[in-house]
């Protein structure tokens, strides 16, 4: 039996008003995500991902105009009160971000960073914070967790301040992690621990998570489902394995094709052009002026997103381009 979603998203848009004009950043999207479920939301830089997330949190500034649904577990997150979206976001939700040194004051303590959300939102007493701050540190693999929790931001490596946010986003034993780049700012190294890491505990805890990047090889990896975002709206839905090995929107297949490979030495495949937000794409599909497979239909009408075999795809070529990839592997 299919639960019902945990977290709703129907046709979300976000814009902004720049020099008198109304700028559209986000655009129509529709996104799920089911208890315990693991959903990857990826694509460029200035493609509408963060801002998705934030709006689903409310953390957009009021000079931002959000219209569309928001649900979460049945309730509009639009229409919480202040005291219900306090909790909201202290409690049911909590985030990830890319960079732990931009969001942590380095004024304060890593133990009163960490357990600020918990204590004066009345959820536990500070003792009991601290005692389950040092648990889940050392869980994350925080060694001396009681020196730690006195240190200040400062003498923290990105490593570990990133493990500290993972605890922080934790410790109230949210619903929904919502995971905003969270290793982009750390060493190459140092990246696959705290991800896994990361996965772990959320596992462990049966949390559900949208895990926003711009690496699609890593979103597959850790993901149950994906959802390709493009100058702010979402150009293909399925599970991480179908579109891992079978990319069906162009734009999705460029993506994979962008990325070096591991296995063999070959010349990157550059996507041509630049990526392009929202309020940028004019008529037709905002893909059309970099994707080989273009008409002028493409030119010209704006794609609808539709269910074509095992995926939803916002693309009016995806039969004839699959049957073509067919012939000439065949």
Same mark, same amino acid.
């Given at each position: 039996?299919?639960?019902?979603?945990?977290?709703?998203? =129907?046709? %979300?848009?976000?814009?902004?008003?720049?020099?008198?004009?109304?700028?559209? @950043?986000? /655009? $129509? &999207? +529709?996104?799920?995500?089911?208890?315990?479920?693991?959903?990857?939301?990826?694509?460029?830089?200035?493609?509408?991902?963060?801002?998705?997330?934030?709006?689903?949190?409310?953390?957009?500034?009021?000079?931002?105009?959000?219209?569309?649904?928001?649900?979460?577990?049945?309730?509009?997150?639009?229409?919480?009160?202040?005291?219900?979206?306090?909790?909201?976001?202290?409690?049911?939700?909590?985030?990830?971000?890319?960079?732990?040194?931009?969001?942590?004051?380095?004024?304060?303590?890593?133990?009163?960073?960490?357990?600020?959300?918990?204590?004066? =939102?009345? %959820?536990?007493?500070?003792?009991?914070?601290?005692?389950?701050?040092?648990? @889940?540190? /050392? $869980? &994350? +693999?925080?060694?001396?967790?009681?020196?730690?929790?006195?240190?200040?931001?400062?003498?923290?490596?990105?490593?570990?301040?990133?493990?500290?946010?993972?605890?922080?986003?934790?410790?109230?034993?949210?619903?929904?992690?919502?995971?905003?780049?969270?290793?982009?700012?750390?060493?190459?190294?140092?990246?696959?621990?705290?991800?896994?890491?990361?996965?772990?505990?959320?596992?462990?805890?049966?949390?559900?998570?949208?895990?926003?990047?711009?690496?699609?090889?890593?979103?597959?990896?850790?993901?149950?489902?994906?959802?390709?975002?493009?100058?702010?709206?979402?150009?293909?839905?399925?599970?991480?394995?179908?579109?891992?090995?079978?990319?069906?929107?162009?734009?999705?297949?460029?993506?994979?094709?962008?990325?070096?490979?591991?296995?063999?030495?070959?010349?990157?495949?550059?996507?041509?052009?630049?990526?392009?937000?929202?309020?940028?794409?004019?008529?037709?599909?905002?893909?059309?002026?970099?994707?080989?497979?273009?008409?002028?239909?493409?030119?010209?009408?704006?794609?609808?997103?539709?269910?074509?075999?095992?995926?939803?795809?916002?693309?009016?070529?995806?039969?004839?381009?699959?049957?073509?990839?067919?012939?000439?592997?065949?």
């Amino acid at each position: 039996m299919i639960s019902s979603p945990l977290l709703d998203i =129907t046709d %979300l848009r976000v814009s902004v008003r720049h020099r008198g004009e109304e700028r559209l @950043l986000v /655009r $129509d &999207v +529709g996104l799920t995500v089911r208890p315990a479920e693991s959903v990857g939301l990826v694509g460029e830089s200035g493609s509408g991902k963060s801002m998705t997330i934030k709006a689903a949190m409310r953390l957009l500034p009021h000079a931002v105009t959000v219209a569309g649904h928001i649900g979460f577990d049945g309730r509009d997150v639009r229409g919480l009160n202040r005291r219900d979206l306090a909790r909201y976001r202290s409690r049911e939700v909590a985030l990830v971000h890319q960079d732990p040194r931009a969001h942590i004051n380095p004024t304060r303590t890593i133990a009163q960073f960490v357990t600020e959300a918990a204590v004066h =939102t009345g %959820l536990m007493p500070e003792d009991e914070a601290i005692e389950r701050a040092c648990a @889940l540190m /050392r $869980d &994350v +693999g925080i060694a001396d967790p009681e020196r730690r929790l006195a240190q200040f931001p400062h003498q923290l490596s990105g490593g570990l301040l990133q493990r500290v946010m993972i605890v922080a986003a934790l410790l109230p034993e949210p619903r929904l992690i919502f995971a905003d780049e969270p290793t982009t700012a750390l060493d190459v190294t140092v990246q696959s621990d705290v991800m896994a890491i990361l996965l772990e505990q959320i596992r462990d805890r049966h949390a559900a998570m949208l895990f926003v990047t711009h690496d699609l090889d890593l979103a597959a990896a850790v993901t149950d489902r994906l959802a390709v975002m493009y100058a702010g709206a979402i150009v293909e839905t399925g599970t991480s394995a179908a579109i891992y090995e079978r990319p069906q929107h162009p734009y999705t297949a460029a993506l994979l094709h962008s990325r070096p490979s591991t296995t063999e030495v070959r010349r990157l495949a550059a996507i041509p052009g630049r990526p392009v937000a929202a309020y940028e794409s004019g008529e037709g599909c905002a893909f059309a002026p970099r994707c080989p497979f273009a008409t002028d239909r493409c030119r010209q009408e704006v794609p609808l997103r539709r269910e074509v075999g095992d995926r939803i795809v916002a693309c009016h070529r995806v039969e004839e381009i699959a049957a073509d990839a067919q012939v000439r592997a065949s």
